[in-house]
């Protein structure tokens, strides 16, 4: 009996019961694996094409026509005297020969010009002005930047970026509606002993925070699990995208972000419940 009393005590309602904990908790874990997936989709995303913005942004290509030894000299002359050129570096006809082989197959008696590649040390330098100062000095030289690359890079980080925060959305209230069911459904399984304890002088925030602590607390929980279950997704990720972003690995991983999401899911699970109680005591005759 004296047990009996305790477990009234906390539980009055007797909410152990009446919301199911392993459903919540996987529907919620399910939720939360997702969550983990597009947060590291788009952290791993940004750094990729954070990582392309800069190559391409500081790669810079001369091209110099009837690429005799002086003509060549010339060229890196002028280029090494650029304040904003970080080094300059002439690219091996045999390299070019070998790049080109796929579109012009065998490249031999064909006029290749010599090509020069640049890593600028100022990334807002104006390759152009310095394209202008090598053609002044070897006429019929051109010099090519990849802005148009960057630009591409960046529309594509901020879609993907977009995508994410869409998926996220997506997520947290379908969410909220698992959580919003659950509970109606709780309430409807304990309808009599809400409508007792509400006649004893409990307040609408009572009885909603009853709900909300109990389904944020099992939404913390399915969200952990979650999370963790995703982690050997991001392993997988993680490893394709290690070469391609110089070998980052387990630090493109949003660690931070990725331990706020049961933080996030419990406060999701009780502002879901606290509406969806209120609503439904607001209802009662």
């Known amino acids: 009996?004296?047990?009996?009393?305790?477990?009234?005590?906390?539980?009055?309602?007797?909410?152990?019961?009446?919301?199911?904990?392993?459903?919540?908790?996987?529907?919620?874990?399910?939720?939360?694996?997702?969550?983990?997936?597009?947060?590291?989709?788009?952290?791993?995303?940004?750094?990729?094409?954070?990582?392309?913005?800069?190559?391409?942004?500081?790669?810079?290509?001369?091209?110099?026509?009837?690429?005799t030894a002086e003509?060549?000299?010339?060229?890196?002359?002028?280029?090494?005297?650029?304040?904003a050129v970080a080094s300059a570096e002439p690219v091996d006809p045999a390299r070019m020969a070998e790049l080109l082989r796929p579109w012009l197959g065998t490249a031999e008696g064909l006029p290749l010009p010599g090509v020069i590649e640049l890593r600028l040390a100022d990334?807002?330098?104006?390759?152009?002005?310095?394209?202008?100062?090598?053609?002044?000095?070897?006429?019929?030289?051109?010099?090519?930047?990849?802005?148009?690359?960057?630009?591409?890079?960046?529309?594509?980080?901020?879609?993907?970026?977009?995508?994410?925060?869409?998926?996220?959305?997506?997520?947290?209230?379908?969410a909220a509606a698992v959580v919003g069911v659950a509970v109606r459904a709780g309430l409807s399984a304990r309808r009599d002993a809400v409508l007792v304890l509400h006649g004893l002088g409990a307040t609408d925030a009572d009885v909603s925070s009853r709900f909300a602590r109990r389904a944020s607390f099992l939404a913390a929980v399915g969200a952990a699990w979650g999370t963790v279950l995703a982690l050997p997704a991001l392993a997988g990720l993680a490893s394709l995208a290690g070469p391609l972003a110089g070998g980052a690995g387990w630090q493109a991983v949003p660690w931070v972000e990725l331990a706020l999401v049961p933080a996030v899911a419990a406060a999701v699970a009780w502002v879901a419940t606290q509406a969806t109680v209120r609503l439904w005591l607001r209802r009662l005759p």
């Open 1 to 67: 009996m004296a047990e009996l009393r305790r477990r009234l005590a906390r539980d009055p309602l007797g909410l152990r019961r009446a919301l199911a904990d392993r459903l919540l908790i996987g529907l919620v874990a399910a939720m939360a694996l997702l969550a983990a997936v597009a947060l590291a989709g788009r952290s791993g995303a940004d750094r990729l094409a954070e990582r392309w913005r800069e190559g391409a942004q500081a790669a810079v290509t001369v091209q110099v026509p009837q690429p």
């Open 71 to 83: 003509r060549m000299a010339r060229a890196l002359a002028v280029l090494r005297r650029q304040p």
């Open 123 to 174: 990334l807002s330098a104006d390759a152009v002005l310095i394209g202008d100062a090598v053609a002044a000095e070897v006429p019929g030289a051109v010099t090519e930047a990849h802005g148009v690359w960057v630009g591409h890079l960046t529309a594509l980080a901020r879609a993907v970026q977009g995508v994410a925060f869409a998926a996220l959305a997506l997520v947290a209230g379908v």
